[in-house]
């Protein structure tokens, strides 16, 4: 077993962290935006060819912001159903010791409701674990496919930067820049948090 | 773990679990105390994660789990009750019961379904079927919200971190010569505990009470004599200081 299933709930806490790195990334993304709406403003016609990318960006924004947050937020609800799953299966050993530790004992079975309790709980965990694994699975999924237009998005910007005009051009070719970086990083902490998860599938 | 009877009558008896031989190293020994009744058991200062299972599995050589209705913890530490969150799910009708002040912490170590009933600073009674015990003021020793439990009919004070002594697993259960067993506790008690005035007070309350056995959550027990020799020690120690040899640079 690897040391990242061993401490499952750890790695949980690991994708909420990086994840809430892209929510912040994102919001830089929608700062871009704005920035890249002023600059093809005040180029006025040359810059015509750009205007309508701003709006593309701006969506590309509002749309990582929003899932990022939709997604550390199943992260946060994962890795506390994570934290509740460990000290589930805490007691369950516990009880598994107990259980050979005391076999000969005349009250032995006065654990049986409480261990039968304990095991529907971890049952419980463990379905509620898996549905979430799987919708954060799918949602990064989402994410991941929407963050490819950004490269479209930068090509085509870098294009349409080059006929704005020397007093432009290197502004418009900065803001293609951000938006190819803003989702390069994202795209990483999403492939990190999606390398991360499907292990955590096999758990 | 081993258990030791130390009290027994028509209403209650008194056990003693401890000297652990399988624990870890590295963690402190502890005892722990339970007061049986006919229908209704209160375990004392639990214990820690660690001491769960073994814990468990000598407390139900004796009594149905379900009977353990109350549980205590004279004060916050971990080696006291940290393995709370377990007892938790072990006997979620069960009542805590330990100082105000330290609720909100203690519930820190998982607390779902035990119930938590606030001992206030003057202390307060529990009765259990026929059996009345005193929650005995003892803040400041060491814990700042802290308690001791008395039975008068027993005759025992159990007292928590007061006369504890570190030792190894296989130390006696009683104090034989109390003037060896100085050594074994006078560093603990006066680096752990702060305060020389509530140390008096302390004394000359417990000097009312009639007292049998003095038992500590680590070490050996004091009986007869050696309790009435332990109050005079105590109250002739100076408490609160640090070793010179730390303190002087």
Known sequence: ?203 | MKTHKLFESNSHTWLMFGRDDEKPNEIIDTNQYIVISNKNALLMDPGGIELFSAMLSAVIKQLPAEKITHLFASHQDPDIISSLGLWDQALPSATLHSPWIWESFIKHFGMNHISYAAIPDEGSSLKIDQVTLDFIPAHYLHSSGNFNVYDSDAKILMSGDIGAALESVDAPLFVEDFDEHICKMKMFHQRWMPSNEAKNDWVNRVRKLDVEMMCPQHGRIFKGDNVKRFLDWFEALEVGVIAKSTTEA
């Not at chain 1, 790695?11 to 892209?22: F, P």
């Not at chain 1, 290197?170 to 970086?181: H, Q, S, Y």
């Open chain 1, 1 to 203: 077993m690897s040391d990242l299933s061993h401490n499952y709930f750890v790695s949980v806490a690991e994708i909420a962290a990086k994840l809430d790195q892209a929510t912040h990334i994102a919001q830089q993304l929608s700062l871009t935006a704005s920035n890249a709406r002023a600059v093809a403003l005040r180029a006025g016609e040359r810059a015509a060819g750009f205007r309508p990318l701003t709006d593309f960006i701006d969506r590309l924004a509002e749309i990582t912001i929003k899932s990022s947050r939709n997604i550390n937020k199943l992260a946060a609800a994962l890795s506390q159903t994570s934290a509740d799953k460990e000290r589930a299966d805490s007691a369950i050993s516990h009880f598994n010791v107990v259980f050979v530790k005391a076999k000969d004992s005349a009250y032995i079975h006065s654990l049986d409701e409480v261990f039968s309790r304990c095991q529907r709980k971890q049952q419980q965990l463990n379905q509620s674990y898996k549905r979430q694994i799987f919708r954060l699975s799918d949602e990064l999924a989402m994410l991941s496919s929407e963050l490819r237009n950004a490269v479209i998005l930068a090509t085509l910007s870098r294009v349409e930067a080059s006929q704005a005009g020397v007093q432009y051009q290197d502004a418009l070719i900065n803001v293609a820049d951000n938006v190819e970086g803003a989702a390069s990083k994202i795209k990483d902490h999403i492939h990190y948090s999606q390398q991360m998860v499907s292990i955590l599938e096999e758990y």
